[in-house]
């Protein structure tokens, strides 16, 4: 019983995602979420309080997915920079494949001005990239001049990029080529000279497979 619980709890959390992905949070309805879902709405708020709780659950889950792909490379050793290039181009290739993904910048992106959900995941993301670069700086792998706000904000401004871009249509080999090209420029105003060849400005070996995993 509690397995079948947990399945259909799984199933609407999916649903929530490809709906809110493709009619956006407001426009979503928990009868459109439960018919996706193969449910009822019962069943929806059985497992959720409100479509805010289920708002909640899916960027949940997407915080899952991006910490199980940036412990991957820890305990792989990845150097912070290289992680740095790494989960933008994981970032490239979730915003194609992973609805979870999409729906939970989405979700932020219309909370802006409102009540938000418990979970946002624009702050999960940068929290991630702000103990990558606080890695990087104690390494030795900045530029001294890097001491301020200047790698947060250039990679700030990087994901939202390549979230919009993704959204434009653009294919996801063309975005990857994209991401390295934004990486040739960054790495030679972030790391101290004649560091940048130490790097691989696409999608390493190591990403690769963990994208394959998840």
């Known amino acids: 019983m509690q397995a079948r619980s947990e399945r259909t709890r799984r199933r609407l959390v999916r649903a929530g995602a490809q709906m809110f992905d493709r009619n956006g949070y407001a426009s979503a309805t928990p009868g459109q979420i439960a018919q996706a879902a193969g449910s009822t709405k019962g069943a929806l708020y059985f497992h959720f ?80 990239v702000l103990r990558l670069i606080d890695r990087a700086r104690k390494d030795g792998d900045l530029r001294d001049h890097a001491l301020v706000d200047g790698p947060e904000t250039l990679l700030s401004a990087a994901v939202c990029g390549i979230e919009v871009l993704s959204g434009t249509g653009v294919s996801h080999l063309e975005l990857r080529r994209r991401v390295g090209a934004l990486w040739d420029s960054l790495l030679t105003a972030l790391v101290p000279a004649g560091h940048a060849e130490r790097y691989d400005v696409h999608a390493s070996a190591l990403t690769a497979e963990l994208v394959a995993a998840v």
């Open 49 to 128: 309080a409100s479509k805010e709780g289920l708002a909640d659950a899916v960027q949940e889950q997407g915080r899952a997915v991006l910490r199980d792909f940036v412990s991957g490379q820890r305990a792989a050793g990845v150097p912070p920079v290289q992680a740095l290039i790494d989960m933008t181009h994981w970032l490239a290739w979730a915003l194609h494949e992973d609805p979870v993904i999409r729906a939970s910048f989405r979700v932020a992106n219309e909370s802006t001005g409102r009540q938000p959900p418990v979970t946002d995941f624009h702050q999960v993301w940068i929290t991630e």
